[in-house]
Nanobody
Framework: QVQLVESGGGLVQPGGSLRLSCAAS????????MGWYRQVAGKQRELVAA???????DYADAVKGRFSISRDNAKNTVDLQMNLLKPEDTAAYYC?????????WGQGTQVTVSS
């Protein structure tokens, strides 16, 4: 059974940092793009950052220069380092693994940026 389990969310003040982690299990994710999405209630889920198994990354314009995505292919983990957090980064963050045929989601972790 494939599982993606996120951790690391929480409450942080503006300008602070958080690190999200996602542990994937149940199969090999070699060849999968792994990424982080976020969703605010009433809005569509949006891509935050993604990384291929070869290490190529992609970021939403809103987080470029502040967030950094990394993955450990041997451990099937993907992390999102979030710095200089802003109130508009408040959302539920979801881990995702996908290839051309299949896609998997984690259950989400809440990030709240507030003073």
């Amino acid at each position: 059974q494939v599982q993606l389990v996120e951790s690391g969310g929480g409450l942080v003040q503006p300008g602070g940092s958080l690190r999200l982690s996602c542990a994937a299990s149940g199969r090999s994710f070699s060849g999968y793009v792994m990424g982080w999405y976020r969703q605010v209630a009433g809005k569509q889920r949006e891509l935050v950052a993604a990384i291929t198994s070869g290490g190529t990354t992609d970021y939403a314009d809103a987080v470029k220069g502040r967030f950094s995505i990394s993955r450990d292919n041997a451990k099937n983990t993907v992390d999102l380092q979030m710095n200089l957090l802003k109130p508009e980064d408040t959302a539920a963050y979801y881990c995702n693994a996908r290839n051309l045929i299949l896609g998997y989601w984690g259950q989400g972790t809440q990030v709240t940026v507030s003073s």
